[in-house]
């Protein structure tokens, strides 16, 4: 231990000199306790849930420091993980672009979903865009969660699916994003286990819906629901916080681009789903199922999905078939209503589920892959479950674990050492645990669980007990399957990596069949209601997500060479098919990025903050394999670039500009770089993790040097241009006053000849040399007596440009089955308007979108006096100029579809863009609230803080000199009185008085919105437009610039007006 640093001062594990599970357990208590809750492993991050928050831990000041940096610069981090993604996939300090992926594994409550975020958030902060789209896929994380996340007995935010998020970037840019969505645990939705809850979203929605919405849809207290089977949970411990979730729900489902009408429809089936819970059987003489209260839940529920009540009511409780043309009635028992009742209920949350996955894929499209793009992915997916009772979504669970753990030991150890051998280096073999016999058991064909799992589900008389006999049968002698000694008990045991597991196989064959009772697919797919239809009408993929668009899968048809079914049906992909198929494309995927992997680990059972189980965490830390992946990341080479990459990328270190990509220039660049430990194989250069972020520095240096060199020689060659500019215009002014010379001489010599004709000839008559009454005398000869240097301009060329300050936030830029496949999205187009940026298209955009944005509510025939038109940055700080702090005005952005919110604030003026999002609904770039309209989003304001600036909106600023700048974006059908108020005191100009607008009063011809002559009340107060005080500061608004004025009314049109306000308001 001699010479080891201070307990708990250790970053990276990998550089102990000696490392055992007691001296790692030591290290990671001792950080542990410090609030260190994460450590570094070469390259490798642990993080240990703390569970709760740590002050400072995520502030944006530690975002700040983890930003473009070496990971070695500061203390292990999980933004550090996101910075090192980021830097690699932008080429960054010498590394090679390249797609990355980050794998976030651990046990349930280990904090994956919370990593998972923070990463996102940095990967945000990183881009430093200045789009919406940033926060909209921040905003994805919190929807799904409402949808798919529930409290367990391990986990209080349990991820009920699985998620693999994909962000293109592009040139350094995030682009888009796409979710891939693995196996919902739909069986939540009917039964929870004891102290669990269903899915978040029920409860809140119970906090946060209105009154009147839970009345009308019947929603009384959560305790009246069977489907939430503990009782209102979350919603009676804490309804304030649930309240807040349902708020922020609600604004990130208006921010990613949900419409209203999308959302009442959601909220619709979420409460059908609880009626139809309610929904109770009985059953008569005839063992014939029916609904007890036909006019009770069941009505709701039906009213509620767009179905009509008798054929739910028919549906559930009997099933039609027919025999040799005749129509059969078989009638369900009680039981078996109850469980078709359930089934739609499922159905109808997965559908639900995957169209909102389907709707975020949609709005959040990226453009079409070039070849400058690159992605980041982000895996989040359940973590290792062992529960009193484990069924078929545990196995599916601990499956998907087994294939990460095999994916993180194929990259540690196996492949990495079979490069090892293969290019000879030095190398001695690290043993590991390979987990590649379970996997078989698992997904061999076709004698493997999940095979006879389906081969059982296909039987028209498999059942439970059937599919574990033949378990037992099969799997007798293999290691990692146990049976159990009832052999009538229907579990059985499997020895996964991270611990023995016991399965009940109960409902196996029913959860894997996922099937509908008949006609319920074809109820569904006519409602009346247009997101049900569309739902059902959609396909489900092979790997089980929801298709809308109906694309064939090409590849899949190629392949059809087997024989149809017996009876002539096509076979259903089951639920394990679609989960096999869902993991090999996850894997494959995978494979094509660069792995960055993060271990959570959880300290205790109990979620208590500050208890470290240091048995629990020493079982962890054993079954990952953590030992031995220090050890290899301590011993092994990480980093491994061919000959050719290396070179190419290194070769400045010789300071060559080409160089072949041979052995023999590998070894002459490392040498020049002085660093130790690399090895050199057939093809390939083998370096330790570390080696990169010291060839990083030499590229600093070196870059730092190569700009001191590019300012010394432009500084160079700048004053050589200087000295042959001032030599030619020495040279240029030497020729002028050559010329003017020529010709002050030619003048002298006409001069003389015309005095000495004037004396000599007498021919000429005196008269000749008279001057006229009016002619101007000649223009003085000028001097040349000496050549000056031509003065240099007021400009200062020469000098460097300071920086510029960089503000944050939101601030705008002044230049402003058959198989089927999954859908194809694409981004959604701006240019059905025109070319953005163009005055024409924005004109057109503004006319056919926008037009009722505009309007006072309180009145629809006046326009928003904060409202202005197209014009430019410039001008609107002109108008805002001498304005009080606060005021403020909305104009029609120049370089985009969408608007500038520009106030007067502290010693300057600033802008803001608003995007208008595709569900026509306003947000200020970079901020999280959403508005439904302009009105709304000036009223927020003026009462609450933008998140960089502490002062509110205050007064509104109209329009200046009489002019209107949005008069060419108003609709033919609407005309503009100019109305006139008395002068001011001191007149403008000495000519006649200018006229000064006191309000713009706008309105529609017949054809438009009409105010109501009922309403009583008295006239909209007058909009002041002043002039400015400073007579030199002059405001260039469109209407200025294009020379016209207000248009009147038509003569007929203003007195009918003139005289309704006179009848109307009795002035």
């Not at 300090?93 to 923070?118: D, F, M, W, Y």
Request: aromatic fraction near 10%; charged fraction near 25%; include cysteine.
């Amino acid at each position: 231990m001699e010479g080891r640093p201070a307990l708990g001062k250790v970053e990276d594990l990998a550089t102990l000199a000696k490392l055992d599970d007691k001296v790692l357990l030591e290290e990671l208590r001792a950080r542990y306790r410090n609030n260190n809750i994460y450590t570094y492993v070469g390259d490798i991050l642990i993080a240990v849930n703390p569970f709760r928050e740590i002050p400072g831990l995520y502030e944006n000041d530690e975002s700040q420091r983890y930003q473009l940096e070496q990971k070695s610069t500061h203390p292990p981090h999980i933004f550090a993980v996101a910075d090192s993604t980021y830097q690699n996939i932008i080429g960054y300090g010498g590394r090679v672009p390249h797609n990355q992926c980050v794998l976030i594994s651990g046990e349930s409550g280990a904090g994956k979903t919370e990593s998972t975020k923070l990463i996102i958030k940095q990967l945000v902060e990183l881009c430093r865009g200045n789009t919406q789209l940033e926060q909209q896929i921040l905003q994805v994380n919190p929807l799904l969660e409402a949808f798919g996340n529930a409290q367990t007995l391990m986990n209080d935010n349990s991820s009920r699916f699985g998620k693999y998020i994909q962000l293109v970037f592009k040139d350094g840019h995030v682009m888009g994003a796409k979710i891939s969505e693995y196996l919902l645990e739909k069986s939540r939705v009917v039964s929870q286990g004891k102290h669990e809850e269903n899915f978040h979203i029920f409860y809140y929605m119970f906090a946060g819906l209105s009154n009147e919405f839970k009345a009308a849809h019947y929603l009384q207290s959560a305790d009246k629901f069977r489907y939430l089977t503990n009782g209102g949970g979350s919603v009676n411990r804490d309804p304030r916080l649930m309240k807040t979730r349902y708020e922020e729900l609600v604004n990130a489902m208006d921010m990613v681009g949900f419409t209203d009408e999308e959302q009442m429809s959601t909220f619709n089936m979420i409460a059908s789903i609880l009626h139809l819970g309610n929904v109770t059987f009985g059953m008569d003489d005839d063992d014939a199922a029916f609904i007890e209260d036909e006019n009770g839940a069941v009505k709701v529920a039906s009213q509620l999905l767009g179905i009509n009540t008798q054929e739910v009511v028919g549906t559930l409780t009997a099933m039609v078939t027919f025999t040799r043309g005749e129509q059969v009635k078989r009638n369900y028992t009680a039981e078996r209503a109850r469980d078709a009742c359930d089934a739609m209920s499922k159905a109808i949350y997965g559908r639900l589920f995957g169209w909102i996955v389907n709707k975020v894929n949609q709005l959040l499209a990226p453009p079409l892959m070039h070849a400058e793009q690159r992605e980041i992915g982000i895996l989040d997916i359940f973590g290792f479950e062992h529960f009193e009772k484990n069924s078929f979504e545990q196995a599916c669970i601990n499956l998907a674990n087994e294939q990460l753990q095999f994916f993180f030991n194929q990259h540690v150890f196996k492949l990495e050492q079979d490069e090892y051998t293969k290019e000879g280096i030095d190398w001695t073999e690290i043993k590991f645990v390979d987990n590649q016999p379970l996997l078989d058991l698992f997904l061999n064909k076709p004698i493997g669980i999940l095979s006879l799992l389906d081969e059982e589900s296909h039987f028209p008389k498999g059942s439970d007990q059937t599919f574990v006999d033949k378990l037992n049968i099969h799997f007798s002698g293999n290691k990692f399957y146990g049976k159990t000694q009832q052999s009538t008990s229907g579990k059985f045991t499997i020895y996964h990596y991270a611990g023995k597991v016991a399965y009940d196989a109960s409902s196996w064959l029913e959860k894997n069949r996922d099937t509908l009772p008949p006609g319920v697919m074809e109820m569904l797919q006519g409602s009346t209601d247009e997101l049900v239809r569309l739902m059902f009408r959609g396909q489900v993929t092979r790997t089980g997500s929801l298709a809308l668009q109906g694309r064939k899968s090409m590849s899949r048809r190629t392949r059809r060479s087997k024989k149809p079914s017996m009876d002539g049906r096509k076979r259903k992909l089951t639920v394990g098919g679609q989960f096999k198929n869902s993991l090999q494309i996850l894997m494959e995927r995978m494979m094509s990025s660069s792995p960055v992997f993060v271990r959570c680990l959880k300290p205790n059972h109990v979620k208590v903050p500050g208890k470290f189980d240091e048995t629990y965490i020493r079982d962890q830390l054993l079954y990952t394999g953590m030992l031995e992946t220090i050890k290899i990341r301590r011993e092994g080479f990480a980093v491994r670039p061919s000959f050719p990459e290396f070179v190419e990328k290194y070769k400045i270190l010789l300071c060559k500009a080409s160089l072949d990509g041979n052995k023999q220039n590998c070894v002459r660049i490392l040498k020049a770089s002085k660093i130790t430990g690399w090895q050199v194989g057939k093809t390939k250069v083998f370096m330790k993790y570390y080696h990169l972020e010291q060839l990083s520095d030499i590229f600093k240096v070196m870059g730092k040097s190569a700009v001191h060199l590019q300012k010394v020689v432009r500084g160079f060659l700048a004053r050589q241009r200087v000295k042959l500019r001032k030599l030619e215009a020495q040279k240029e002014a030497q020729r002028v006053h050559n010329f003017l010379s020529q010709i002050s001489n030619l003048s002298i010599e006409v001069n003389n000849h015309q005095h000495s004709a004037r004396v000599h000839d007498k021919a000429i008559p005196p008269a000749y040399f008279k001057t006229g009454k009016d002619e101007l005398p000649p223009p003085p000869v000028p001097s040349f007596d000496g050549i000056a240097t031509p003065r240099s301009s007021g400009n200062k060329y020469t000098e460097p440009v300071g920086p510029t300050s960089r503000s944050f936030g939101t601030q705008a830029d002044s230049s402003d089955s058959d198989q089927f496949s999954d859908d194809e999205f694409k981004p959604i187009s701006s240019t059905q308007f025109g070319t953005p940026g163009t005055r024409q298209a924005t004109v057109k955009w503004f006319k056919e979108t926008q037009s009722q944005q505009v309007y006072d509510p309180a009145v629809s025939s006046f326009i928003a006096e904060w409202f202005h038109g197209v014009i430019s940055r410039r001008t609107s700080e002109v108008l805002l100029g001498s304005k009080p702090i606060g005021c403020f005005l909305i104009r029609v952005s120049e370089s985009r579809f969408g608007y500038t919110l520009s106030f007067r604030g502290e010693g300057r003026v600033r802008h803001y863009m608003i995007d208008q999002l595709p569900n026509k609904k306003f947000v200020i770039v970079g901020e999280k609230k959403v508005h439904r309209t302009l009105k709304d989003l000036v009223d927020y304001y003026s009462s609450n803080h933008l998140s960089n600036w502490e002062g509110y909106l205050s007064e509104p600023c109209g329009q200046e000199d009489g002019n209107c700048d949005y008069q060419e974006l108003m609709p033919e059908n609407y005309y503009f009185k100019l109305e006139q108020k008395a002068p001011p005191q001191r007149p403008i100009s000495s000519g006649p008085r200018r006229q000064q607008a006191s309000r713009v009063r706008a309105s529609r011809t017949p054809g438009g919105p009409q105010r109501d002559s009922t309403v009583t009340g008295p006239p909209l107060p007058d909009r002041n437009y002043t002039i400015p005080n400073n007579s030199n500061t002059r405001v260039r608004s469109s209407a200025a610039m294009s020379g016209r004025p207000l248009p009147e009314r038509p003569v007929d049109a203003q007195k009918r007006l003139l005289q309704n306000q006179k009848t109307k308001y009795d002035y």
